[in-house]
């Protein structure tokens, strides 16, 4: 039965899993629950239009294994019309031993009850979400400290988004999709990665920064000049991820 679920049930960061399923070491077919096609029957059971799915082979899996699933909403953005939502679930299928042995991603168009608008709070690295942590740097006078002899421009991207930071003397004094000269460098990953770091329970940034999921675009010497500030700029944004963001 096909259970109706609008844009605004879901929300960025989102996670739930399955229970765990031991793989029968006489039946392979077991593995059939775990597939590509599972994946994205968690969506048409919402009552979601599938726009696009993708599936990862990252480990082999051998019979008698425990799997559960995990799956985490990685994106929502309401279309340009207002009256359907485009939301993004990022799931892993992972062993007994905690190794991820599956990975995709599935994509879906549901309707929404109203027009909007919508909290800016983890939109992450669109215009509105940087205008927003930019208003929360402005109060900071850590922020103010660690940039205040700094000129240059921040780059943030997440999956497609990508949003510039203009620092001058210890402020952003803009911030847009892009700006006149271009990102001093550039911090980039995945939609699940940003997620995982903004909204999970491990706000690290050097941690996270050092798995190899984020790159950097640019000058790399003045990236490892800021750590400190980009830190300031990642504890501010989880701070603006749990307050959801003003509409």
Not at 33 to 54: I, K, R, V, W, Y
Not at 142 to 165: K, N, P, Q, S, Y
Request: charged share 25%; hydrophobic share 35%; proline share 4%.
């Amino acid at each position: 039965m096909t259970t109706h679920r609008y844009f605004e049930d879901f929300e960025v960061g989102q996670r739930c899993s399955g229970e765990p399923r031991q793989l029968s070491a006489d039946d392979p077919s077991d593995l059939g629950h775990f597939g590509p096609d599972a994946l994205t029957a968690l969506f048409e059971q919402s009552g979601g239009l599938l726009l696009d799915a993708s599936w990862h082979y990252r480990a082999p899996i051998r019979a008698g294994s425990t799997l559960h699933f995990e799956q985490t909403v990685t994106r929502c953005r309401r279309t340009r019309g207002g009256e359907n939502g485009v939301v993004t679930r990022h799931g892993v299928l992972v062993d007994e031993h905690g190794r991820t042995v599956r990975e995709g991603s599935a994509t879906v168009l549901v309707p929404a009850r109203g027009e909007g608008p919508d909290p800016v709070g983890r939109a992450f690295c669109t215009p509105a979400w940087a205008e927003a942590l930019a208003a929360r740097l402005a109060g900071d006078d850590r922020f103010a400290a660690a940039t205040e002899t700094w000129d240059g421009t921040i780059g943030l991207r997440c999956g497609e988004d990508e949003v510039h930071l203009r620092v001058y003397c210890g402020a952003v004094i803009q911030a847009a999709r892009r700006t006149p000269h271009g990102a001093t460098f550039t911090l980039g990953a995945s939609e699940p990665a940003w997620t995982e770091l903004l909204t999970g329970p491990d706000g690290d940034f050097v941690r996270h920064a050092m798995t190899g999921l984020f790159d950097v675009r640019g000058s790399g010497y003045e990236y490892l000049r800021l750590t400190k500030v980009l830190a300031l700029l990642v504890e501010h944004a989880r701070e603006l991820a749990a307050e959801g963001g003003a509409a």
